[in-house]
């Protein structure tokens, strides 16, 4: 069971003396919760850029490579037509399912990545427990 301590803050200035206070101490593993994003709140707690764009990459590469070789497969190689002296693999006929298809797994890899990035598969989590916590929506700062 994970144990930890939650407190709140009623502005961003005291949230991020809070942070720097509780790093220096040598403390790891801290997550912030405030009603709109903040860059300066990243930046205390070291987080890193995003990999997303390293998931669509990936996804769309993946995508486009195996619509490339599922076309070419069943074209050109098991069912091969000799129509008019024509190759039976010409890669331009291939090009627009194969963009298509890049574009849709990278997004869906994007979709997967960020639920997981997120944490939003999970059902539960324990600092929802945590009384008053429900104004990180509205107006205070929790750490």
């Known amino acids: ?14 949230l991020l ?14 997550e912030a919760y405030g009603p709109v994003p903040s860059e300066a709140i990243d930046a205390a707690l070291g987080k890193q850029r995003s990999r997303l764009s390293i998931a669509a990459g990936l ?19 098991l069912y091969p037509i000799d129509l ?15 963009i298509e298809m890049g574009f849709l797994f990278g997004a869906l890899a994007v979709f997967v990545a960020f639920l997981v990035a997120a944490r939003l598969v999970k059902l539960w989590d324990p600092i929802n427990e945590v ?7 509205r107006d205070r700062f929790w750490l």
């Open 1 to 14: 069971m994970r144990r930890g301590v939650a407190a709140e803050f009623s502005d961003e200035h005291t």
């Open 17 to 30: 003396e809070a942070i720097q206070r509780v790093r220096e101490r040598g403390l790891s593993g801290l």
């Open 59 to 77: 996804g769309g590469l993946f995508g486009a490579a195996g619509a490339y070789a599922l076309q070419w497969y069943l074209v050109a190689y």
């Open 84 to 98: 008019g002296g024509r190759p039976p693999h010409m890669p331009l006929a291939y090009l627009i399912i194969t």
């Open 131 to 137: 009384p008053g916590f429900e104004s990180a929506t």
